[in-house]
């Protein structure tokens, strides 16, 4: 007998290796019940993720415009999309408030089509004050909420 091999208890046959049939049907629920409980987790992250790409988008345009010269209400390349590179799942704009002289709102609007168009939380937007509100997909203002911003 060579080395390696084991003593079945008959010579020269080796004992079958692999799996039943039941051994991989559990092994397949297993995997199942896993991925049910993982895949609603893992997109709420990714949901998550890009609020927080889109809020940090939006006070880095607000410290450049802070920044610039007066009257300068055009952002950047990189500045103007959240995520910085890449393919940009928001849009930023920035335009003149009525309200003082120098004062800005910036929206961080989802592209449509994008991953976040269908997004409840709809167009962040903050302006020269810090005010910070959410503009609903039906074109409504509405205060920034807990969910949306996170507390940023």
């Given amino acids: 007998m060579r080395r390696g091999d084991r003593d079945s208890g008959v010579s020269g ?4 290796r692999g799996f039943t049939l039941l051994e991989l049907v559990i092994a397949l629920a297993v995997v199942a019940v896993v991925a049910a409980f993982a895949v609603p987790g893992y997109r709420a992250q990714i949901v998550r993720g890009h609020r927080t790409d889109a809020i940090a988008a939006i006070y880095r345009a607000a410290q450049f415009i802070d920044g610039a010269p007066s009257n300068a209400y055009t952002l ?7 995520p910085q ?4 799942v928001y849009r930023l704009t920035v335009s003149k408030s009525e309200e003082a002289e120098g004062s800005y709102v910036i929206d961080a609007r989802p592209v449509d089509p994008g991953p976040m168009r269908d997004d409840p939380c709809g167009t962040f937007r903050l302006d020269a004050t810090g005010t910070r509100s959410n503009l609903t ?3 409504d203002t509405a205060p920034a909420s807990g969910e949306c911003w996170r507390d940023r």
Avoid at 13 to 16: A, K, L, M
């Fill in 13 to 16: 046959v080796r004992p079958e």
């Fill in 76 to 82: 950047p390349a990189g500045l103007d999309q959240a």
């Fill in 85 to 88: 590179s890449g393919a940009p």
């Fill in 137 to 139: 997909p039906g074109g």
